[in-house]
């Protein structure tokens, strides 16, 4: 990549998850990225798992929402099939360890064969295959990028994307990010070098775009100025390092705190950053990002 820029590639998680999604917030959201110029790259859960409907059908005024935002630069890409925490791979200990993760934690240790067995490259490829042909067909164009729920991953899994999409976005380079909520606020920020960057990379063989964390989930001011020192760290050393800079939010928790308030200063920052820097910050979506 050109050394003279930066590229910032801002993502959402959870579009059409129900309990996770509401229209209003989608649509302010999309607003607001328009507002600070910025392009957004949303991952799409195709099926909705109560019903085992198809997105739309749950949620019907999200393709009309979703083709005039690509139409307007924002990519969309697949988030899961169901969003269910085992249906690719397993999570890793820092999400499992959440507050809201204990069964799923549970489940993990005790059927841990078993669910290795399940992530079969065989088995990844056909419902990553069922998820985005959904998307496709009810969308009307290539979906070439993928995120996994909870960030979860295998072998399978990565073979599996290897073959078919562009890029995934499923690995986390910057763990600290979930020891906050995790009421572990003592923890220094990860570092991030190349060799380790490599050493996330390699892990997929599919162009990966390592995740740095979801700096505003369910953000209280109390931890505010904590977790935008973390984001400062994060856009620094991703400017030092000349890799993307690959934040998340997720639909309505960014409404649920004062996600919108950080992700304002995240954006200042990164502007001042980059100019420090002598670069010149581009706000891109990972499908632009791999055309590259």
């Known amino acids: 990549m050109p050394s003279d820029k930066f590229f910032f590639a801002m993502t959402v998680d959870d579009v ?8 209003e917030n989608f649509r302010k959201l999309i607003a607001f990225f328009d507002e600070e110029k910025v392009r957004g790259t949303f991952f799409v859960v195709p099926v909705d798992e109560e019903t085992d409907k198809p997105f739309n059908e749950i949620f019907p005024e999200i393709p009309g929402i979703i083709k005039e935002a690509a139409a307007n630069g924002h990519a969309f890409g697949q988030h899961g099939i169901r969003h269910n925490r085992f249906e690719l791979g397993i999570p890793p200990a820092m999400v499992l360890d959440l507050p809201h993760e204990t069964e799923n934690k549970r489940y993990a240790a005790e059927n841990k064969a078993a669910l290795d067995a399940d992530h079969s490259l065989e088995n990844c490829r056909e419902r990553l295959r069922f998820g985005r042909d959904i998307l496709e067909k009810v ?72 995740l740095a964390c979801d700096y505003t989930w369910f953000l209280p001011p109390e931890r505010y100025e904590l977790t935008l020192a973390l984001a400062k760290h994060d856009i620094d050393a991703c400017i030092k390092l000349g890799v993307p800079f690959v934040p998340v939010c997720h639909v309505d928790p960014v409404y649920a705190g004062e996600g919108i308030r950080m992700l304002r200063d995240i954006f200042a920052y990164a502007r001042q950053a980059a100019a420090a820097a002598g670069k010149e910050l581009e706000f891109t979506t990972l499908e632009k990002l791999s055309e590259r």
């Open 16 to 23: 059409a998850l129900r309990g996770w999604y509401c229209e």
């Open 139 to 210: 969308l009307g164009f290539p979906i070439r990028g993928f995120r996994s729920p909870a960030v979860q991953n295998s072998c399978g899994m990565f073979q599996a994307l290897a073959e078919a999409y562009d890029f995934d976005s499923s690995l986390v380079w910057q763990q600290t990010g979930w020891d906050y909520p995790n009421s572990h606020p003592d923890v220094p920020p990860r570092e991030l070098d190349a060799a380790r960057y490599a050493e996330i990379v390699s892990a997929c063989p599919a162009i990966e775009y390592p």
